[in-house]
């Protein structure tokens, strides 16, 4: 029998598959965004007047995915682009009314999903995903930092 560590690498393997997949799947209608799109548009609807860098940060994106990633979504009709009036070097970014409906309409969405998918649970499985994942949460997290 594999260790913890193997047996953890596989399901955060199929977890990120499935996820993926299972998310985006049907989502909305007519409409292709990638999780970081949707990410990116979740960030600038709770976020006003953030810059691109403070997005990358964010989103923990290299600068030049988070350039391509908001043209996309300014493309998109789904955000806008404006130069910082106090350094004209930066971009600061908004959500516009489309995009803050694409955000509510995707969670809404998602949030039927994620009912569906706790009810599917049994008390227990439930109590232990809400106490384990935040805690596989922290350790990535913190591992991350030490880097």
Known sequence: MGSDADHLHHLLLDLVRTAEFTLLDGLLPGRVLSMSQ??????????????QRELAERLGLEKSSVS??????EAAGLLTRHRDPDNRRVYRL???AEGRRLHRDAAR???????????????????GLTVGLPALLRAMRADRLDD
């Open 38 to 51: 949707l990410f990116a548009i979740h960030e600038l609807d709770h976020r006003a007047g953030m810059s």
């Open 68 to 73: 391509r990633l908001v043209a996309d979504l």
């Open 94 to 96: 908004a959500i516009t």
């Open 109 to 127: 969405v998602l949030h039927e999903r994620y009912e569906r998918w706790a009810s599917a649970m049994t008390p227990s499985e439930r109590e």
